[in-house]
């Protein structure tokens, strides 16, 4: 089946975790920078997942950037993703209102490493289906950068019961490993179409050798 409306639903259903995540920063009633300070737990927290979901975003577009079809198997793995991106805006909330502590930190952490590892399911899910497109697997390759964020997400995870602010670190340089797009597939698929550009051009250019050759061919000798 095509892809058009896995992107189309995925797309509104990041867009709705955004706007929730927002209305979860209340507008103080006092009007002075002064009322502001005790909204700040929020809005770093908000900052920080905000980050996260644009960065699952990108990623999830440049992932299927490189398949033109999808099974029943990719539209549940890809459930699974949005299902814990979908719980970015309640553990927000948690961590935010109750300034850090362990047990609002800890389970942030867990929801981020629940989130990589479903969209590296995803990823798994998509090359399986897809066993002759090199260029997905190749692109995504061994994602070292993926394993190192679950391991950065458990540590993490760990640390939020040493000292939260510990932890809240940890989830923060993940997201700081990613704020640059993977364009690792983009990259690979560009290519690709490269190449395809420059064998059409080819054959485009023998044919019309060919056809030159033709036209220039001397008649043979017409009947007596």
């Avoid at 079809?69 to 309640?90: R, T, Y």
């Amino acid at each position: 089946m095509g892809k058009n409306r896995l992107e189309a639903f995925s797309d509104g259903v990041i867009a709705i975790i955004i706007t929730i995540m927002v209305l979860e920063l209340k507008v103080p009633h006092d009007p002075d920078f002064g009322a502001l300070l005790p909204l700040w737990p929020v809005f770093i927290s908000y900052v920080l997942s905000f980050i996260y979901v644009g960065i699952y975003w990108n990623n999830h577009h440049h992932l299927l950037h490189a398949v033109k079809e999808v099974s029943g198997g990719v539209l549940w793995a890809n459930l699974h993703l949005l299902f814990w991106l979908s719980l970015i805006p309640f553990v927000t909330g948690w961590m935010g209102e109750n300034h850090f502590e362990t047990a609002p930190t800890a389970a942030y952490g867990v929801v981020l490493c629940m989130c990589a590892f479903s969209y590296s399911l995803l990823a798994r899910r998509l090359i399986s289906n897809h066993p002759k497109n090199a260029t997905l697997a190749e692109a995504i390759g061994e994602d070292h950068k993926g394993k190192y964020s679950i391991f950065l997400y458990l540590a993490g995870i760990g640390l939020s019961f040493v000292t939260a602010w510990f932890g809240f670190l940890a989830y923060a340089a993940v997201a700081v490993m990613w704020l640059v797009p993977d364009r690792r597939i983009e990259e690979k698929v560009e290519e690709e179409i490269e190449e395809e550009e420059k064998q059409e051009e080819e054959k485009e250019a023998r044919a019309e050798r060919a056809v030159g050759n033709t036209d220039g061919r001397p008649a043979g000798p017409g009947p007596g």
